[in-house]
């Protein structure tokens, strides 16, 4: 079971579906330090973002361990060489005695989970192949990976043989990829003005991955995406998954224009792991977000709540084959929603439900759809002025006006360019489908 981020560690052996489109690299080790010359202020600032990781790193391994039922969860990175895992951190019960650094020659187990897969042990015989650094019952190994970064391996321990479901699993992807995040919050960034001398500067806000931005086309489906400029963290992404179907969402950090905090972002790209994560095995929208909303709860140490619009469409290319409008779900978190566009009529459906990673207990209904020829649905997710009547009712009106031709000859990417003009300020990204 592998996480749609996770990256081998054969750069040819990369999907060429992924929309991040960058080749991997290994890691240097958490927190190494490049010997550029650098004021002690530097030093004691990227020392104390240091140690606030290391604080934030322990809670999420602590949260993980005891969430998921396991004794121990300890975070393993791969040193510079790439010969050797380091122990980032740790928690434990049992307080088990580990030395500090293993040879990745002889650690088989991490080295098959470094290539992308998971490594699941439920009894003691499950452990015997792998010749673990330390006595597991049960035990759990997944990647920690980004986009285009290799990090190390999560394990979670139990000290008692047990069974572990696939959504077990799948949670411990999600807290792997949220650690990932944490551990590039602090490696350093490099910067040359003009001619002078490197200087080492400390990042205080993680730039999210790349974000699609292409139209591609899935056989009658047209797609397009974009994130406006207007001070908040936010995105959007699609995903074509293993069965056919096809995965899009817009998404933005509540209350956060102006202020686009460290925390925010990993909030913001935790939701979009976790959305990723999750989808190929979510039945529907609305199950997907609600499987989202509990795993950012659980993984989140922030206050950022997430507003989330997200459309899983049933194969589109089948759809287009037999004739047929194309069918799927969509649900909604926070400050976020949908458009159909049509010639005909524009309607919004904006619930204004709790955001993502605030309420544990909340649930989030999927809402079916069809997209009949050159009907367009439009995911937007914005600040809390969206849940305006006044708001709703501008959206409405910046199609209303468009002409029977203007409608037909509208692209997905032009839907968007048409919010953009209208000078909505409380939409921060937006997806638009349309069927061609």
Known sequence: MLDPLTVPLNPSAIAGSDPLHRAPRLAPPAGSIATDTASSAVDAAAESHRASNDLRIQAVLRGAARGLGF?????????????SLGRRAAWDLAGADEPPRRSLAEAEADIAALSGGAVVIEQP????PWALHRPMESAVGVPVAS????HGVLWLVGIEPRRIADETVELAE????????EIETEQPRVAVEDTRVFERETEAVALLPELPNDTPQLGELQLAGRTFNHGAVALHDWEELPDGRLMALSASIVDSPGDPSESAVLAAQSARVAARTLAASAADAGE????????LFGSTQSAEGVAMAVALIDQP??????????????AAAGPAGALRVRAAETTAVLPDAAPLGW????????????LQVRERLVLVAGDVRLASPLVERRLVDAYRSVTADGHRAMTAKAC???LDQTGCEEIDAAVTLRRV
């Open 71 to 83: 004794a121990a969860a300890e975070l393993w990175t791969l040193d510079t060489a790439t010969s």
């Open 125 to 128: 015989e499950d452990a015997e």
């Open 147 to 150: 986009a285009d970064t290799i």
């Open 174 to 181: 999600i807290i792997a990829g949220r650690l990932a995040l």
């Open 288 to 295: 997907l977000l609600t499987r989202v909303n509990e795993s």
């Open 317 to 330: 290319e089948d759809a287009a084959d037999a004739g047929e409008p194309i069918t799927g779900t969509l």
């Open 359 to 370: 309420d544990e207990q909340a649930a989030y209904p999927a809402r079916p759809f069809e």
């Open 416 to 418: 968007l360019e048409r």
